[in-house]
């Protein structure tokens, strides 16, 4: 009979532990943490934006293959749609966190799209100004980096 309390109580106290860990790791984030799920976000896309202009320079200087410049934009339009997948999954939990929010999706959004035409870029006129979007949204994001320690 104390074996089989015993072996009770241990399971029962390993599903509490269970739960409190599925607890933990299902919980909505706090302000601090939905921070920290955005300056992921824009970090991502601020490295994709800049990937995207070091490769254009490049490629208006010749400097690298088709084959390369399409494999670059791809890894970097991958990271900026995982990127946008992170933030739209996240709640945000007050007013100032979806504020951030609406500041970064944009940018996001931006990179993704500015990605996209850089990579589709038929001559050296519309992959310079692809470049520079890129490169405006990149000093944009930087800007959010710099403004949320």
Do not use: C
Not at 60 to 70: C, E, K
Not at 91 to 116: H, K, Y
Not at 118 to 123: I, L, S, T, V
């Amino acid at each position: 009979m104390k074996v089989i309390h015993r072996l009770m109580i241990a399971a029962a106290a390993a599903l509490l532990l269970w739960a409190g860990l599925a607890y933990q790791v299902s919980r909505p984030p706090d302000a601090s943490g939905y921070q920290r799920v955005v300056l992921q976000v824009a970090g991502t896309a601020h490295d994709a934006a800049a990937t995207g202009v070091l490769v254009g320079r490049q490629q208006l200087h010749r400097h690298v293959t088709d084959a390369f410049a399409t494999t670059a934009y791809d890894d970097a339009m991958k990271a900026v749609a995982g990127a946008e997948q992170k933030l739209a999954l996240a709640v945000a939990p007050d007013g100032t966190s979806a504020t951030l929010r609406d500041r970064l999706a944009p940018l996001v959004q931006a990179t993704a799209r500015e990605l996209s035409d850089a990579a589709g870029a038929g001559d050296d006129a519309t992959l310079g100004a692809a470049v520079a979007a890129l490169d405006g949204t990149a000093r944009q994001l930087d800007d959010l980096i710099e403004d949320n320690p």
